[in-house]
């Protein structure tokens, strides 16, 4: 393959790239039609995806780090950048799982990569409105500050409903099947982290018995 040829592939994947990450803006404004193009037109793509993903997380530091002292009292120096990341990251992805196993049983439309991909594209407005209250916290008095806590919650309420519309137009569900696919995909989650722990401690203590075995074996033979 040439290397005009590889230019011209990797510029049309940029392209692409760029495209599907504008996307995002079309689907928080028009979330019906938004969703429904992300994946049965392929308007949207993974590595979209995990880039908005990626800005989630950025956001979620940045507002811990840089709202003022007054309406933040997160001690930056005792905060550990990986469990946050963790914390974000594992309910996104056990929660796509769960969603994915039950939708398959109820004739959903979607396949784990659509649910994902609807999952981050829903997390545009928290990325969009925390990053200007965040710089606005710093030039507010206390008492005006009060208005900040509504935008947090209007940015969580945005990505919640967007949330909802996501799994109506992946799975094309009415609005009560997605609304009972979602309180039964966080049982789901609960099912998921139980298992998870239980096949941990039963690993745990796999591993205490048999490294008390080799101790008693090793005792019994020196």
């Not at 009292?73 to 950048?81: F, L, S, T």
């Not at 507010?140 to 137009?169: D, K």
């Not at 609304?179 to 796999?206: E, K, N, Q, R, W």
Request: charged share 15%; net charge neutral; with cysteine.
């Amino acid at each position: 393959m040439s290397l005009n040829v590889k230019a011209k592939i990797n510029k049309q994947s940029m392209q692409r790239f760029w495209e599907s990450l504008r996307y995002a803006f079309y689907v928080m404004t028009h979330p019906f039609d938004g969703f429904w193009d992300l994946v049965h037109e392929k308007r949207g793509s993974l590595a979209a995806a995990n880039v908005l993903l990626l800005l989630t997380f950025l956001t979620n530091l940045w507002s811990m780090r840089f709202t003022n002292f007054m309406f933040n009292d997160v001690r930056w120096e005792r905060v550990n950048i990986w469990a946050q990341i963790l914390g974000i990251l594992a309910p996104l992805l056990i929660y796509c799982v769960a969603n994915w196993c039950l939708t398959t049983l109820f004739d959903g439309k979607g396949r784990l990569k659509d649910i994902y991909m609807g999952m981050c594209y829903s997390l545009t407005p928290y990325i969009l409105i925390m990053n200007p209250v965040t710089i606005i916290s710093n030039f507010v008095t206390e008492e005006e500050g009060a208005f900040l806590v509504y935008f947090n919650y209007l940015a969580l309420a945005w990505c919640a409903i967007w949330i909802l519309i996501s799994v109506m137009q992946i799975h094309d569900y009415s609005l009560m099947k997605a609304i009972l696919a979602i309180v039964f995909s966080i049982v789901g989650m609960m099912i998921i982290v139980f298992l998870i722990m239980l096949f941990f401690s039963l690993v745990s203590d796999a591993i205490a018995f048999f490294i008390s075995v080799g101790k008693e074996i090793l005792f019994r033979i020196y």
